[in-house]
């Protein structure tokens, strides 16, 4: 079974603190993923990466950084934490659907709901 | 750019009544179609997805859905909810040569016993 990590179920953090939600995927995927949920909203992509030491903005990376060191591990990094940044953060990861179309099934992790005060 | 539209925000039914859920996506060309559940307290999980072949797929726990391309839509149906079906669902497209999904909004479906 594919299985997607991430480090932290729960975070509270202050305003300015510097953030790093963490994510581990175990199926070599090429694609990982960070979305925020909010209610109302669905799913908005933050940032994605296909391979190694590579990474696309998605719809709302403002505010945000991430990095790809190894395959399996993608991290999300907030610099400055704002209450604005209070939501839950899901990582997932998939083989790149240009090789797959069949199986380009993204596969998510439980999330992290993280509060900003 | 792609957009994909879940008109039903919240659905209320009860148990045994039929099931159908709005999907409709902005763009064409070849697509990727899915639909993911969230039940309260886990993760997203796929429920079924389309590629290609049958527009009518089957999925999990007796859900399908039909890929109608002149309609852009991808609606979801079951015929006879149970209690646990209870959760979020997320309707997805991805466009062939892209590598991101693009979500809808989600339906919240509570199921009354």
């Known amino acids: 079974d594919v299985k997607v990590t991430q480090s932290s179920r729960y975070l509270v953090k202050r305003t300015g603190e510097k953030v790093f939600l963490e994510c581990v995927q175990d199926?070599?995927?090429?694609?990982m993923f960070w979305y925020r949920q909010d209610p109302g909203l669905g799913l908005r992509l933050i940032y994605f990466?296909?391979?190694?030491?590579?990474?696309e903005k998605g719809d709302i990376p403002e505010g945000y950084s991430v990095s790809r060191e190894k395959k399996e591990r993608f991290s999300l990094i907030l610099e400055s934490a704002s209450t604005n940044q209070t939501s839950m953060y899901l990582c997932?990861?998939?083989?790149?659907?240009?090789?797959?179309?069949?199986?380009?099934?993204?596969?998510f992790g439980p999330g992290t709901r993280l509060t900003v005060l | 750019a792609q957009s994909v539209s879940q008109h039903n925000h919240h659905v209320i039914l009860s148990e045994a009544a039929s099931l159908e859920l709005g999907c409709n996506y902005s763009?064409?060309?070849?697509?990727?179609l899915f639909w993911y559940v969230q039940y309260p307290g886990q993760h997203l999980q796929l429920l079924l997805k389309?590629?290609?072949?049958?527009?009518l797929v089957k999925g999990i726990k007796g859900f399908e859905a039909e890929f109608i391309k002149s309609k852009f839509s991808f609606n979801l149906r079951k015929p006879s909810v149970q209690w646990s079906d209870t959760a979020e669902y997320f309707c997805?497209?991805?466009?062939?040569?892209?590598?991101?999904?693009?979500f809808g909004t989600g339906t919240r479906l509570t199921i009354i016993p």
């Open positions: 997932a990861s998939s083989f790149i659907a240009g090789g797959r179309w069949d199986n380009n099934e993204q596969f």
């Open positions: 199926m070599d995927h090429e694609n």
């Open positions: 990466s296909y391979d190694v030491k590579m990474k």
């Open positions: 763009y064409g060309g070849t697509v990727n």
């Open positions: 389309y590629f290609s072949g049958d527009p």
């Open positions: 997805a497209v991805i466009n062939f040569g892209n590598e991101k999904l693009t």
